[in-house]
Every structure is written in structure tokens, then in C-alpha cells.
């Protein structure tokens, strides 16, 4: 088991170094150049030009090591890797439609809203039926730390369940707002089910292969999407790694734990609703600009003004700590 997941990181790795090599002269070459948005920070208007769509670099990877170091195990019935990778590319899918729009319109505007929404629950309910159908689901929810399971009504299990999923996927999508974040807050949630396969045996085999591929391809997708950025993940890759991650915790029977692990997340979604909603009742803002990265840009309530790699470790560094309590939280599971 060991030997599979280390040569699904290094694989993911090696195959995202080298397609990023090539790749991103191709995007500059078709001008595949990311628009800033208009009501943006006015300092990323240096960015206008950078390479989208980078999210491919490693969708590739990943998809690589689902075929290759997971082959075995699709000749032995054995399918969870390719379910979740199936779903990580609808939502994959839904994000490039995005993208083309936006270069096509050549504005930062793509799919409308309701128009992504409608995608994403479809994407979601066919997710979670042949999740189902394939006996990789049942109508509970496991609750860390307690190690004990809830049962619920399908009905209400699938409502929840499409609502965490989706809700995910779309504040994955808002994290991906300056160069690196959402890859550097992703990666340590990566590590964590690559532990979680470790702890709990061959049973989670398919998911640890390609929890540690997506870990892999980040990684070397990382080198491309640091400050300053080469290129950018793209609504492609963020909702395809929102996907991965919704996936990832289902699949592994914990969807609760995404509370812990995907804090920041959650932290950058909430920050969201509550600047509209607080800017609708009152016209006054609680955020300097939202969603909260951009706050920290602007200095915050201290007036400390966060470069954008002191971001991108704060938050790599806080989901590390909750990673590690969640690990904690799920570590008696199957003992």
C-alpha cells in the first residue's frame, strides 16, 4: 500500500512538472489571458494577461494515476478512485464551460449564476446516485470525535449531502482569488486522507491513490501557481478541487469533517454572504473588500496590510492544525 501511494504523488508530480512545461507557453500562445475584474483589487490589475485554465495541469496528473498505479485495482473490481475522479471532472467541466465563456466574451463574466447552480446540483445528485447504487453510500453521517454514526431520512441525507457538496465546490471557487491559495489550503487536505489511508487500511486503497495524486499534482502545479503566478488554476481546476475534495469526504464516509479541514473555506464563503447581505440592510461594509484574502490584502481591521504569500501561509498553516485535530477526531474509527 505504501509503495502505490508514494508512486501516486511522485507520478502526479512528475507528470505536472512537465505538462505545466509545455502547457503554459501553449495558453500564452492562444491568449488564454485571465480579465481582472473592474471592482477588484486595483493591484492585481498587473495580473491581467496571466495564463487560465492552469487547473488542467493537474485534472492531467491526477487522471494519470487513476489509470495507471490504480489499474490493479479497476482489474480487481475495485472502482472508488474513478467515481470520484468522474465526479471531480463534471465539476471540472462546469468550471472550463466558465472559462470559455469568459475568453470567448473576453471579460471576467462566464456562465451565469443560476446557470452554474443548476450545473452543480445535477452534477452532485448523479454523484451521489451512483455513489449509492454502487454501495459506496448510505443515508448517516459519521460525527468526529464522538465515532458515532447518525442515521437520517434519504431524503433529508440527500439534501444535506447536495448542499455540502455544492457548497464545497463553490467556496473552493472563492479561494481561488489570489496566486496559490487555493492550491496551498487544498494541499494539507490532501495529506489528510493520504493519513486517513494509512490509518484505516487496503479497504480505502483507490481513494488514498487518488487523494495522493491530486497531493502530487498540486504540488507540482504549485511550482507553476506561486507568487507570481505563471498561470492560473481557473474556475476549470477550483471547481474541479472542490469537487475532488466533497468527493474525497464522502467517499470516505465523513462529510462532517470538511467543517474542520476546509475551514478556510468555509471562512472565505462565509465572509462572503455576510458583506452582501450586511451591504444590502445597511450599505455599510464589515469587510474592507470580501471575500476575506482581499480583507487581509487591504489591512484588515489592524490596518496591517498581508502580502499575498504571508496569505497563502496563514492559511496552509491554520488547515494544517485542523487537519491534524481532525486526524485525532477520526483516528479510532475502525480500532
Not at 77 to 93: K, M
Not at 128 to 153: Q, R
Request: hydrophobic letters at 50%.
Amino acid at each position: 500500500m505504501t509503495a502505490r501511494l508514494c508512486l501516486s504523488l511522485i507520478i502526479a508530480f512528475v507528470a505536472a512538472t512537465i505538462i505545466g512545461k509545455y502547457y503554459i507557453p501553449w495558453l500564452r500562445k492562444i491568449h488564454a489571458g485571465q480579465r481582472i475584474l473592474e471592482d477588484g483589487p486595483t493591484w492585481h490589475k498587473s495580473k491581467e494577461g496571466t495564463p487560465t485554465m492552469g487547473g488542467v495541469i493537474f485534472i492531467a496528473s491526477v487522471t494519470i494515476v487513476c489509470l495507471t498505479v490504480g489499474f490493479e485495482s479497476m482489474l480487481n473490481g475495485r472502482w472508488g478512485h474513478i467515481l470520484i475522479l468522474c465526479l471531480s471532472l463534471l465539476f471540472g467541466l462546469i468550471g472550463f464551460l466558465d472559462d470559455w465563456e469568459k475568453l470567448k466574451k473576453k471579460q471576467n463574466l462566464g456562465l451565469k449564476a443560476k446557470q452554474k447552480l443548476v450545473l452543480q446540483i445535477a452534477a452532485a445528485m448523479i454523484f451521489l446516485f451512483i455513489m449509492e447504487k454502487l454501495g459506496y453510500l448510505w443515508p448517516h453521517f459519521y460525527i468526529p470525535f464522538w465515532n458515532v454514526s447518525v442515521e437520517l431520512p434519504a431524503w433529508l441525507y440527500y439534501v444535506l449531502a447536495i448542499f455540502i457538496i455544492v457548497g464545497t465546490v463553490n467556496s473552493v471557487n472563492l479561494t481561488d482569488g489570489i496566486d496559490g491559495l487555493a492550491t496551498m489550503t487544498t494541499i494539507p487536505i490532501c495529506m489528510f486522507f493520504v493519513m486517513v489511508t494509512y490509518l484505516w487500511g487496503e479497504n480505502f486503497l483507490e481513494l488514498g491513490i487518488f487523494a495522493s495524486g491530486l497531493l502530487g499534482g498540486l504540488i507540482g502545479f504549485l511550482v507553476f501557481n506561486y507568487n507570481p503566478a505563471k498561470v492560473f488554476m481557473g474556475d476549470t481546476g477550483s471547481l474541479f478541487l472542490g469537487g475532488a475534495v466533497a468527493a474525497l469526504a464522502f467517499a470516505y464516509d465523513m462529510p462532517l469533517i470538511l467543517i474542520l479541514i476546509g475551514i478556510m473555506y468555509i471562512i472565505e464563503a462565509l465572509s462572503d454572504i455576510i458583506q452582501v447581505a450586511h451591504y444590502k440592510r445597511t450599505h455599510t461594509r464589515v469587510f474592507k473588500m470580501a471575500p476575506f484574502h482581499h480583507h487581509l490584502e487591504q489591512g484588515g481591521w489592524s490596518g496591517r496590510k498581508w502580502s499575498e504569500k504571508k496569505i497563502c501561509s496563514l492559511y496552509f498553516w491554520i488547515t494544517v492544525g485542523m487537519v491534524i485535530i481532525s486526524f485525532i477526531g477520526v483516528y479510532g474509527r475502525f480500532k
